[in-house]
């Protein structure tokens, strides 16, 4: 008997990072391949301290089942640091999901029909293209500038396809490139867009890792209600919890609530009550801010010594914030046959063209320096740069 | 401007007993209408010691990313326990999920095309068909009888549809009935389905609280690889850690891991290793005991009161096991008339019409016994009798 699977199944397959970072298991490896936080940073005395008090004083009420929207109070945290970052939004804007991941597919489920077209970066965050790719979407790649998308071709999709449900973007520090989007450009987006009806989702994991420049405002400050916005705690606390949100208003998030009932009812509440309870004990921008001087320590880390070793043909991103640097290799070098002389020399790293919902992109590599010490980094870029050299 | 959401909006609609429970939030209302665990009987002291454990011993591990299967040893216990009820299956075989209501997203996500047919029990558990109604398919509403579905009816519509992918049965304690499938109709059920390519879909949350009677062996030993089993932590440990799990054979798993990867990355790490600590340190099948004789108790006096204060043209099930009772009044009685007058007398039930894929059940109720204690039940079958008799 032949098992019958959906006509999806046939667009989405393992992630290609994913079976990668099981070659990268061997702990000889030096890894730049995977989008891992560092450990060393995770607050787990305050987890733990956190958990104990919501076992002990509300045990019970922590362990039974909850509400689909999420925590109150977590909710309320949530829009108070919308607040200072000058976002105004109500709890009632707030859903919590299993991970920033998870909006994903809610927002995919209530937008999309089959054929629709979702408007992407190039590149762009591997597991979106993956999220999206379950709902039979039509892709429209934008290529990505130094300071965000080409405004000329976004105006050429959006006259082309006035229809587009959704646009997927991550304005800060973007994954994979380390890209963030001028003030300016936010501003041009914004303005193409207005009238339409296509949502924009700005993706903001790495917002808070900001090294140096000045943050940026959230594109609801441009476009209203079009905006929706997704927000984790998996970098500024630890994403073992699985705890992030979406933001969106009171229509959609009407529409996003019966999504996720059917999905999962609601997110683990104990991890919303301990991180509710964690939030509440310690500061969590002072913590944020160690954060951000660890991982800028290892970015200059690993610039640095990508600036002493590679060759001047090859090129790269500088990110103001977040995990990943962006390398281009000269064109016609392949960075999947880079990837397998890396292996051979005990370094690894991400070939871009996984992150290219259209093809292209060989000459490609993503670099994360968030989970490796400078020791680490020094070594593995030695070799990556001996790699590259040939 | 008017937002474009995805034509399967147009099918689903925030629950109706998500609506009831809100009516039921006044405390002095006497709830029979959620379908919660008894917070009494939660291991929040052997939880607590459990995450104290796990943060103490591999706090970071615990808090960093982790695979979309699952914590391995977990999948394990998992697998010890299937196979201690006479179920043999292998650690390969088993998906964690954000509890057993996400494998049903899962699972239409890979299996379903729009408008392929879904065999469903009738009535069945509500949110069972929120979630199958995200993917668009035919439902066919298969009646139950006492013993589980109505053959005849079942082999009629495997008959017509003999592509129906998938068929949704909840055999032990049903939600929303009690009603448990006897070993023949098991054997029958499985027989009638051989050769054919419709995945049995076994959900069994409640099938290790029976209180009398023997327990039913899986249809997995009867149908093979075209059974699927979700199971739960949430009747046995706590609900609010929204851990349960997929079993499913390889070929079906490599398709719902690429599905789950793209869902959330994976469920909770954090929760995972708790529940796995709290396996580890504690005896389960003692503590399933202690919630087995306190649920039997809850259910013997709900029943007793039942039978000596509603008049004898109702009849309700007397369940072996599990949360729930089911209540059929006389034909042309209204359970959503009788809902709006029992709110006024201080008690809840949800009416069962709420249950039925494809309309009908007016004159029945769902009563939940597990979640109440004695003295409550007594005043609140008064209260409901009172209603009854009008």
């Not at 089959?114 to 790649?141: C, M, N, W």
């Not at 996003?256 to 609601?266: C, F, N, P, T």
Request: aromatic share 10%; glycine share 8%; with cysteine.
């Amino acid at each position: 008997m032949t098992r019958l699977f959906a006509d999806r199944m046939g667009c989405v397959h393992r992630s290609f990072v994913r079976e990668i970072l099981k070659v990268t298991e061997d702990p000889e490896i030096i890894s730049f391949a995977g989008g891992l936080p560092n450990p060393r940073y995770f607050p787990v005395q305050e987890v733990a301290q956190a958990a104990q008090k919501v076992l002990s004083e509300c045990g019970e009420a922590a362990l039974q089942y909850s509400t689909t929207e999420g925590y109150l109070p977590l909710r309320e945290m949530i829009v108070e640091r919308y607040a200072r970052k000058g976002v105004k939004v109500s709890a009632s804007e707030i859903l919590i999901t299993n991970g920033s991941q998870q909006g994903l597919d809610l927002l995919s489920k209530i937008f999309l029909n089959k054929g629709d077209a979702v408007i992407l970066e190039r590149p762009t965050y591997l597991a979106a293209i993956q999220s999206f790719g379950f709902f039979e979407p039509k892709f429209h790649s934008i290529p990505l500038q130094e300071d965000g998308v080409d405004l000329q071709a976004l105006e050429k999709v959006l006259l082309e396809d006035d229809d587009a449900r959704l646009f997927y973007s991550v304005p800060n520090f973007q994954n994979p490139t380390g890209i963030t989007y001028s003030l300016d450009k936010l501003k041009a987006v914004a303005e193409k867009m207005s009238g339409g009806s296509t949502v924009f989702i700005e993706d903001n994991p790495y917002g808070d890792l900001r090294f140096m420049g000045e943050d940026r405002p959230s594109m609801r400050n441009f476009m209203g209600e079009n905006a929706v916005l997704l927000g984790s705690f998996s970098k500024i606390v630890a994403p073992g919890m699985r705890l992030g949100w979406v933001c969106a208003c009171e229509e959609i998030m009407e529409k996003l609530i019966v999504a996720k009932q059917a999905l999962d009812l609601h997110s683990n509440y104990l991890c919303q009550r301990i991180v509710h309870q964690y939030l509440k004990d310690n500061d969590i921008e002072l913590h944020i801010a160690k954060i951000r001087k660890a991982y800028k320590e290892q970015r200059d880390f690993m610039v640095a010594a990508m600036e002493e070793t590679f060759p001047e043909s090859v090129s790269f991103t500088r990110p103001e914030g977040g995990m990943f640097l962006w390398v281009t290799l000269p064109e016609g070098t392949s960075s999947l046959d880079l990837f397998n002389l890396a292996i051979k020399e005990k370094v690894a790293f991400v070939p871009g063209q996984a992150f290219f919902a259209d093809g292209g992109g060989s000459n490609t590599m993503r670099l994360n320096f968030s989970n490796s010490d400078n020791d680490r980094i020094l070594e593995g870029i030695t070799r990556l740069a001996k790699v590259i050299k040939g």
